[in-house]
C-alpha cells in the first residue's frame, strides 16, 4: 500500500511539473542605441502600450497585451556582459498578426511610416506587408487566409 501511495504521489508530482513546464511566454529583447526612438516608433506608429520603463529598458506590449517585446540601452552598467552589445541591425525580423491588415496598412501608410514590401497576398495564404523598425528590424504585418486547395 505504501508503494501504491508513493507512486500515486510521484505520478502526480511528475504530471504537476509536467504541466508546469510546459507553461512559457517568450519576450524577445534587442539592445539598441536608439531607445527613445524606438519607443516612439512601436507605440505612435503600431499602437503598442507600455508595461514597464526606466533609463535604460522599456517593455512594451501589444494593443492586446498578447506578446511583449523589450529594448535596453547597451553597455548599461546594472548588466552582465551578455547583455551588454547593441544590436547590429541584421538577421532579425518580427511577425505581427492583424485580424485586418489592409486597414493597418491604411494607418500605416498614413502616418508616413517607409513600407518596404507593399501589401500583397502569397500563394501560401498571408496577405501582409512589411516595414522596418528604427533598429533595422523587418516588421512583417500580416493577415493569415486559407489557402485554396
Not at 28 to 56: M, P, R, S, V
Not at 66 to 75: D, H, K, M, Q
Not at 115 to 138: K, L, M, T, Y
Request: contains cysteine; charged residues 20%; aromatic residues 12%.
Amino acid at each position: 500500500m505504501r508503494n501504491l501511495i508513493l507512486t500515486a504521489c510521484f505520478l502526480f508530482t511528475g504530471l504537476a511539473y509536467a504541466q508546469n513546464a510546459n507553461k512559457m511566454k517568450l519576450n524577445a529583447g534587442i539592445i539598441t542605441e536608439k531607445l527613445e526612438e524606438t519607443k516612439h516608433f512601436y507605440t505612435q506608429k503600431l499602437g503598442f502600450g507600455i508595461t514597464f520603463e526606466n533609463d535604460f529598458y522599456v517593455l512594451l506590449h501589444t494593443p492586446n497585451h498578447s506578446a511583449e517585446i523589450s529594448f535596453l540601452l547597451p553597455n548599461h552598467p546594472s548588466q552582465k556582459p551578455i547583455f551588454q552589445s547593441p544590436f547590429l541591425g541584421e538577421g532579425v525580423y518580427l511577425t505581427i498578426e492583424v485580424e485586418n491588415v489592409d486597414e493597418v496598412y491604411d494607418k500605416v501608410k498614413s502616418m508616413d511610416v517607409a513600407i518596404e514590401i507593399e501589401i500583397r497576398n502569397e500563394p501560401w495564404g498571408d496577405r501582409h506587408f512589411a516595414i522596418v523598425d528604427p533598429n533595422g528590424i523587418g516588421i512583417d504585418i500580416v493577415t493569415y487566409t486559407q489557402t485554396e486547395k
